[in-house]
């Protein structure tokens, strides 16, 4: 089946294509490699996994209700919209928000494949080249594993946000070399980072669960790749220099955040223009999607003070954002916090694979005894 007609509003049947800007460098240089570069490239290599074999694509989902949270995480819970919608309606608003939300992630994990091979083409030296070959395949995977998801499991999908496309854009057709890593792995991979981790912990559904725990397990290393190159690389800016990549960072964020307004999932559903606007106001209103928003930040916003953006101006627009606190998380513990999650699913699925092998066992002696 074409994931066109999973499409709830068309998307472009055409390729989407973003003019190449910048040079493909070649290195004869394959011995200065920078041990903590190389150290992540081994992890790169050792980490991969098969979502063929790792994820349990047996579990069923509901899509009206993938994630099994309650429904005050729905920006109109409560309000007179919500009271006036049927019970069909209210399923409606699940499912559409769920599909809305894993197309995203999708989109994105494509994007970030796109972004990665970038990065090996055009990054000067080879132990990065060779890093960033190991993230290519892991966005492969990632992208691979929602698309399953939606087809199989959700049913329903959404074209590219506008947002989305227009910061990958942006991204894409720099010539500078550290762009895509400032506009992939700091901004989308960080802000995504911060989703799939709210609904990993929220949600109660074993599938997404290990989907969104695995996924991120892998991007603990993206977002450590971003950082080690930058970082390295932005103390000798010039000033000029500095300021371009500040506005960058400034722009992506308010792009990052209108983002996740999402006006396409009320205006796919059945309601009148007003009934939408009514609707966009609780999203941009409600304590819930608030919480949801500066969460998302949670990642991007301390990794920009890491790489050394931290003038300021940057300073004040996420005051502005309502975010500059979340300067103060520690990403170290958070991304080990992240591996750690992942490794204890497995445990506890083997743990359990185990007990009812065991089970088995034991009932097929029983009957053989009978
Ligand atoms: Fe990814
Ligand atoms: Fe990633």
């Not at 995480?73 to 919500?82: D, K, R, S």
């Not at 499912?95 to 809305?100: N, T, V």
């Not at 994007?111 to 080879?126: T, Y």
Request: hydrophobic content about 40%; overall charge negative; proline content about 3%.
């Amino acid at each position: 089946m074409s994931t066109h007609e999973l499409y709830t509003i068309p998307a472009e049947l055409s390729t989407w294509d973003v003019e190449m800007a910048g040079s493909a460098r070649f290195t004869w240089e394959y011995d200065d490699g920078r041990d903590r570069m190389l150290s992540l490239y081994q992890k790169g290599k050792d980490k991969q996994w098969d979502s063929v074999k790792r994820i349990d694509w047996d579990i069923e989902v509901d899509p009206y209700n993938v994630l099994g949270v309650p429904d005050n995480t729905i920006a109109i819970y409560g309000t007179p919209l919500w009271e006036r919608m049927g019970e069909k309606q209210r399923q409606e608003v699940r499912l559409h928000g769920a599909a809305w939300q894993f197309s995203q992630f999708l989109h994105g994990e494509q994007g970030a494949m796109i972004c990665s091979a970038r990065i090996v083409e055009s990054v000067p030296d080879l132990d990065s080249k060779f890093y960033a070959a190991t993230q290519t395949m892991d966005e492969a995977r990632h992208a691979e594993t929602y698309a399953r998801f939606l087809k199989e499991k959700v049913g329903l999908a959404y074209p590219i946000n506008e947002h989305l496309k227009a910061l990958l854009d942006s991204t894409l057709s720099d010539s500078r070399w550290d762009m895509p890593y400032l506009g992939m792995q700091v901004l989308i991979e960080g802000l995504a980072l911060a989703a799939f981790g709210v609904m990993r912990d929220i949600t109660t559904k074993p599938l997404p669960k290990q989907i969104l725990a695995y996924v991120m397990q892998d991007e603990a290393r993206h977002v450590a790749f971003g950082r080690m190159a930058l970082r390295d690389y932005y103390k000798n800016l010039s000033e000029t220099e500095r300021r371009e990549r500040e506005d960058f960072v400034i722009e992506g964020c308010y792009l990052m955040r209108d983002r996740l307004r999402g006006r396409e999932t009320w205006e796919a559903l059945d309601l009148s223009k007003q009934e939408v606007d009514e609707a966009m106001g609780h999203v941009d209103e409600s304590d819930y999607m608030r919480l949801f928003r500066s969460l998302l930040f949670s990642r991007i916003v301390p990794c920009v003070k890491d790489i050394g953006l931290w003038s300021p101006r940057l300073q004040q627009a996420y005051a502005d954002m309502g975010v500059l606190e979340m300067a103060g998380q520690n990403l170290e513990a958070l991304m080990k916090q992240d591996e750690e999650i992942a490794d204890k699913i497995d445990a506890e699925r083997f743990t359990r694979e185990e007990a009812e092998r065991h089970e088995e066992v034991t009932e097929t002696i029983a009957m053989a005894a009978d």
